[in-house]
């Protein structure tokens, strides 16, 4: 998506040549995308958050 990495057609090789190319020669928005990546990747699976899903998810089955 152009914000946490980028984004290829399935199986549509030129595209994912292309892609790579990008992260290979341009070591900025390599790094920029990583970055990006980490603070979404632990904004989404924290552990206090994969806590309070499983929590969730226990109290949504308690109710069947």
């Not at 390599?30 to 989404?44: D, T």
């Amino acid at each position: 998506n152009g914000e946490t990495g980028l984004l290829t057609k399935k199986g549509d090789v030129p595209d994912i040549e292309m892609a790579l190319r990008e992260l290979i020669e341009n070591g900025a928005n390599r790094e920029e995308l990583g970055n990006e990546a980490k603070v979404r990747i632990s904004e989404l699976f924290s552990l206090k958050k994969m806590l309070e899903r499983t929590v969730s998810l226990y109290k949504n089955l308690e109710t069947l």
